[in-house]
C-alpha cells in the first residue's frame, strides 16, 4: 500500500487513477530495466520509488505517446556491451568455424580422389606445376607468332614422367 506519497498528492499530475497508475507502471519498469532514479530514496520497492519521482515533479506526465530517452545506470550499459561484445565474439568464431568445416570436407575428398589413383598430394602438386609451366611456355610461343592449333601435350607428358621418375629416384636414394 502506497503510503509516501499520499495518492492524492498524485492525483493533480495526472488525468485521473488510472492514468496515474499507468505512469507509475511505466516508470517503475523503467527504474527496473536500469533507468537511473531522479530522486534519492531509500525504498527498494520500485513502485513506491515511481511515486516519489512523480509526487517531487522529477517525472512528468504527457499525454500520448513519446519517444524518451531514458538514462541508464553505467553498471546496466556495460553489462549490456559486455553481452554484444560476447555475442559478436560468438557469432564471429561460429562463422570462422563454418568457413573451415566446408574447406576440410574439401580437402579430404580432393585427398582421398588422388589417392584412388594413386598419385600422393606431392605428385599431385608437381603435375599442377608442370601444368601451369606447360600453358605459360603455350601461349608464349602463341605471343611470338608460332600458334598452333592443336596443343602438343606430348612433351607435356614426357617431361612430367621425366620429372616423376628423377623424384622416384631421389625417394630410393634417401631410403
Same mark, same amino acid.
Given at each position: 500500500m502506497l503510503t509516501i506519497p499520499p495518492l492524492e498528492e498524485l492525483l493533480p499530475r495526472a488525468e485521473n487513477r488510472y492514468v496515474l497508475s499507468m505512469f507509475a /507502471? @511505466? @516508470? /517503475? @519498469? $523503467?527504474?527496473?530495466?536500469?533507468a537511473r532514479p531522479l530522486v534519492e530514496s531509500d525504498t527498494p520497492n520500485q513502485v513506491s520509488l515511481a511515486c516519489e519521482e512523480i509526487g517531487s515533479g522529477a517525472v512528468v506526465y504527457r499525454e500520448g505517446k513519446q519517444d524518451v530517452s531514458i538514462p541508464e545506470r553505467p553498471e546496466i550499459i556495460a553489462q549490456r556491451e559486455a553481452s554484444r561484445r560476447e555475442a559478436e565474439a560468438k557469432r564471429a568464431e561460429d562463422m570462422l568455424e563454418e568457413q573451415r568445416r566446408p574447406s576440410f570436407r574439401r580437402q $579430404? @575428398?580432393?585427398g582421398s580422389t588422388f589417392e584412388k589413383e594413386g598419385i600422393s598430394a606431392q605428385e599431385a602438386s608437381l603435375i599442377a606445376e608442370q601444368l601451369v609451366q606447360f600453358v605459360t611456355e603455350q601461349e608464349a610461343m602463341e605471343e611470338e607468332g608460332q600458334s598452333s592449333s592443336e596443343i602438343d601435350f606430348t612433351s607435356f607428358s614426357e617431361s612430367l614422367e621425366q620429372q616423376v621418375s628423377d623424384d622416384t629416384d631421389k625417394n630410393e636414394e634417401e631410403a
Open positions: /507502471a @511505466r @516508470r /517503475a @519498469r $523503467q527504474l527496473t530495466d536500469g $579430404q @575428398r580432393e
